[in-house]
């Protein structure tokens, strides 16, 4: 007999229950004050990138057009995005940023450099509600 989707994932609830609780992974302050650390450095990386520290072709800068990240609302991405066509997430946004004012390489979506600039983006809007698709 052929099961559906939905009662194989009931028999799977089922079965994750009848072995207990699972238990979150644990942390003490000093975990949460060294990631936090981390992280700022990598949002401190991400300001410089965006106030002239990436380097670009034509000595645009990222916060020429938008500074201290206003009017970037990454609380609305993944969204259609008129320069490109189709919904984005907010790095493939940075991207054409960075290839067009900028003038130029992209990068990787994985790239330190990347995950900087969105984290201070990310920081400098911080506490705003999520809003994804929203124009």
Same mark, same amino acid.
């Given at each position: 007999m052929k099961r559906s989707k939905s009662n194989r994932w009931r028999a799977g609830c089922v079965a994750a229950l009848a072995l207990g609780p699972v238990q979150a992974d644990e942390f003490t302050q000093q975990d949460l004050e060294r990631w936090n650390q981390e992280f700022m450095e990598?949002? *401190?990386?991400?300001? *410089?990138l965006f106030h002239g520290g990436f380097p670009s072709k034509n000595t645009v800068s990222c916060d020429q057009? =938008? @500074?201290n990240a206003?009017? +970037? =609302? @990454?609380? +609305?991405? @993944? $969204?259609? !995005? $008129? !320069?490109?066509?189709?919904?984005? @997430?907010l790095w493939r946004m940075i991207n054409w940023c960075i290839q067009n004012p900028l003038q130029s390489e992209p990068l990787a979506a994985d790239d330190a450099r990347m995950t900087a600039l969105q984290a201070y983006i990310h920081w400098e809007r911080r506490g705003v509600k999520l809003e994804p698709g929203k124009h």
């Open positions: 990598v949002v *401190r990386e991400g300001d *410089r057009c =938008h @500074p206003s009017n +970037t =609302h @990454p609380e +609305t991405y @993944p $969204k259609f !995005q $008129k !320069q490109l066509g189709e919904v984005v @997430p």
